[in-house]
């Protein structure tokens, strides 16, 4: 007789990982929903705007590695709360900058912005911990697609509901309502994320299912969990092809995130001439539709490991053929109508998140006892991107008058990053730490 079924409190962890990753997705991409009016309300050009969306990923890109690190020596479960806290609260103040004279707003809210960016830092790799304590391999990669994806669903629900306020209320109150929502929250998250070994509702079947299935099991560090110098995994982390290869990947893919989390609305508004509001509901479509891609491309690759496929594949196919999938965006180039724009960009988001499973491949690929870690050095890779991206793209739309440019160079990054995941990455394994000296891989 079978023996009996694992139970499901692993789902009320990931639902709880779901919506926060979804708060810190909207509060990050707030200000694009804002930026056209708080653009004219300031009088500043395209450029300086960039410059503003850019200060987010300066701090975020900063505080990566420290994040990582924190989530490693003193638990997932506290250095990622306390984050939660700590960026709602930013978020919030940013909402009362317009009190200021016009030079001190400006650079006010460049500042909170980085306090945002900073705060936030251990999303990500606490995110990966959670995700690599609490779910077996084999269901791995539809876990870390479903947290993943909270950034199109957070897009899809938060961005017409901001649309709105920024129309009837004013840019300072998007601010406001999101950073409220976030401090009730993080009163919430104590209360729900424990970990399997301490989580009181933890029947022995569900217990047994995830460590069979090679769960880490903690969210806090154990004794014999290295301590030495974290200048020296450092090293060692970008000594190793495999992580290279999806730390590189990684920059290419968040190009694409950061296009739309930054000035994807402010391109309905300005080249398509669409209102505010009716941007806010159209980049719902294309969020949602990456929310669909990602949940389905975790889904596929956990089917096909399941089916006694390699992990490789299982794990690759789904990545390469969703990058592909986003490239299509450049065809928005050659198209007038608003819908047909809103249509291939509903498409690219969804090869988009079909594709985005590199945070799957920390969790099934860095050493065990430093994934925090290495998600921080994976993070930092991509989010140079969230520097540099809304730089770039406020440089070409200024420079050339237009966006069609930009639109070519997001792309031109969907297409890196296949050639990152093909030829660098190579072979999908887990790279075991040995020693502080050396690593060794795990056949």
């Avoid at 975020?60 to 994040?67: H, K, L, N, S, T």
């Avoid at 995830?210 to 020296?232: C, F, T």
């Avoid at 050659?334 to 920390?362: C, E, N, P, R």
Wanted: proline content about 4%; some cysteine.
């Amino acid at each position: 007789m079978p023996g009996p079924k694992p139970g499901r409190v692993r789902y009320s962890i990931l639902l709880m990982l779901f919506l926060v990753t979804s708060v810190t997705f909207a509060d990050r991409s707030s200000l694009s929903i804002a930026g056209s009016a708080l653009q004219a309300d300031l009088g500043i050009d395209a450029l300086t705007l960039g410059y503003i969306f850019s200060a987010f990923g300066w701090a975020y890109v900063i505080g990566q590695i420290p994040g990582g690190w924190l989530c490693d020596r003193f638990g997932a479960r506290r250095v990622y709360g306390i984050a939660l806290f700590s960026w709602s609260a930013f978020t919030m103040l940013q909402g009362f900058v317009g009190v200021l004279p016009l030079s001190w707003t400006i650079v006010s809210l460049f500042l909170l912005r980085m306090a945002v960016g900073f705060a936030g830092a251990p999303c990500f790799p606490g995110n990966a911990r959670i995700i690599a304590a609490w779910f077996p391999s084999a269901e791995r990669a539809t876990a870390t697609a479903i947290s993943s994806s909270a950034q199109y669903s957070a897009t899809a629900i938060f961005a017409p509901l901001m649309g709105w306020v920024v129309q009837v209320m004013g840019w300072q109150q998007a601010f406001i309502v999101l950073g409220c929502f976030g401090l009730l929250l993080s009163l919430l998250w104590f209360k729900v994320i424990i970990g399997p070994r301490e989580h009181p509702a933890t029947t022995e079947a569900e217990y047994t299912y995830i460590e069979s299935g090679g769960g880490l099991m903690d969210l806090e560090p154990r004794a014999g969990d290295p301590n030495g110098s974290q200048w020296l995994y450092f090293k060692l982390l970008l000594s190793h092809r495999t992580l290279i290869g999806l730390y590189l990947g990684q920059y290419c893919n968040n190009a694409i995130t950061y296009f739309f989390l930054t000035w994807f609305p402010v391109y309905l508004v300005q080249a398509r001439g669409m209102t505010i509001l009716a941007a806010g509901f159209f980049t719902a479509l294309p969020a949602i539709s990456g929310f669909v891609g990602g949940v389905l491309g975790g889904l596929i690759s956990d089917g096909l490991l399941r089916h006694g496929y390699s992990l490789t594949l299982a794990r690759k196919l789904p990545i390469v053929s969703g990058l592909l999938l986003s490239s299509s965006m450049v065809l928005c180039i050659y198209v007038q109508s608003d819908a047909a724009v809103v249509g291939i960009m509903a498409l690219a988001f969804f090869g988009k998140g079909f594709g985005s499973h590199g945070w799957t491949l920390v969790a099934d690929t860095s050493p065990r006892q430093i994934i925090g870690l290495s998600g921080g050095l994976f993070n930092t890779f991509g989010n140079l991107a969230a520097i540099n991206t809304p730089i770039i793209v406020g440089y070409l739309v200024s420079r050339t008058g237009s966006f069609d440019a930009a639109l070519v160079y997001v792309a031109a990054n969907a297409l890196l990053a296949v050639f990152f995941y093909l030829v660098v990455v190579g072979r999908i394994h887990r790279i075991e730490l040995s020693q502080p000296q050396s690593v060794a891989v795990n056949e």
